[in-house]
């Protein structure tokens, strides 16, 4: 083994499999926040049937519009991060690595998909 020559090579910039799965999912939870969007008032509605023996249900009922902003706000950024971190891996731009550990932490809460997706990320990029 010559010195010239390392003895771990260097890590590949593009990742097409892990870009691939990083667009779908990233898809996958855009459409997921356009759902509960779309379906924010039959929530509602379900949520405060559940209030009707709760002698003041409006603290809790605007619990639940926070937490679901919040759900609806989370599917949004992980769908954005994770299509835009899925094209700079198939690109294999510099920019690819940190993005994708970006799109790895917001989606880690997601399961089964992001969980799994996240965690494998995270694996790969980081040291």
């Given at each position: 083994?010559?010195?010239?020559?390392?003895a771990v090579p260097a890590p590949s910039l593009r990742h097409p499999t892990l870009g691939l799965c990083w667009i779908f999912y990233g898809v996958l939870r855009l459409a997921a926040g356009i759902w509960l969007i779309v379906f924010t008032p039959t929530a509602t509605v379900m949520f405060g049937a559940l209030l009707n023996r709760v002698a003041d249900p409006f603290p809790l009922l605007f619990a639940f519009h926070f937490v679901y902003t919040c759900a609806i706000i989370l599917s949004a950024i992980a769908g954005v991060f994770g299509l835009i971190a899925g094209l700079m891996l198939l690109s294999g731009n510099k920019s690819a690595r940190p993005l994708a550990i970006l799109a790895a932490v917001a989606s880690v809460s997601n399961?089964?998909?992001?969980?799994?997706?996240?965690?494998?990320?995270?694996?790969?990029?980081?040291?």
């Open positions: 083994m010559s010195v010239a020559s390392p399961l089964p998909i992001g969980t799994t997706l996240g965690i494998y990320t995270l694996v790969v990029f980081l040291p």
